[in-house]
């Protein structure tokens, strides 16, 4: 009796029964704020800035060419710390998920604090699927 009164509480608090998408909005802006407090007081991530240049490669067989070869070379320089982001590097890892299908110019890295990086990945797992499930239920029914 006491576990479903807790369990109930729960589903409350977390999605409002999958009727509310604001409250798992709110605890999804909740986390990723209070995730970015904690790597900007700790000065735990490093911030690299990826540049691209080409390189025009002299070759004999493609001298008659004009094309020429072109060589891509990537490199990353590193970049100071912004008040932004911490919190970016927390949105990110939170919606790591569906980064990979992007290709930021910024990488960063947490140096400390890798367990809370961790934590925050599955968090910000459950929580996307919450979102989707509560949005699914509140607006696709209908």
Do not use: Q
Not at 21 to 37: D, N
Not at 44 to 71: F, M, P, Q
Request: with cysteine; net charge positive.
């Amino acid at each position: 009796m006491c576990t479903d009164k807790v369990t109930d509480t729960v589903e409350w608090a977390l999605y409002g029964y999958g009727v509310k998408p604001r409250r798992t909005l709110g605890w999804i802006v909740g986390l990723v704020f209070m995730f970015g407090l904690i790597f900007r007081n700790s000065g735990s991530i490093k911030k690299y800035i990826r540049e691209k240049s080409e390189v025009l490669l002299e070759d004999e067989s493609t001298s008659s060419d004009k094309s020429g070869s072109v060589e891509l070379k990537t490199t990353l320089r590193r970049g100071e710390i912004d008040f932004k982001d911490p919190f970016l590097f927390s949105l990110m890892t939170f919606t790591s998920g569906l980064t990979s299908f992007l290709y930021p110019a910024i990488e960063y890295e947490a140096e400390k604090h890798t367990r809370l990086v961790i934590i925050e990945r599955l968090l910000g797992s459950v929580f996307v699927a919450l979102l989707i499930a509560t949005i699914s239920r509140t607006y696709l029914i209908r």
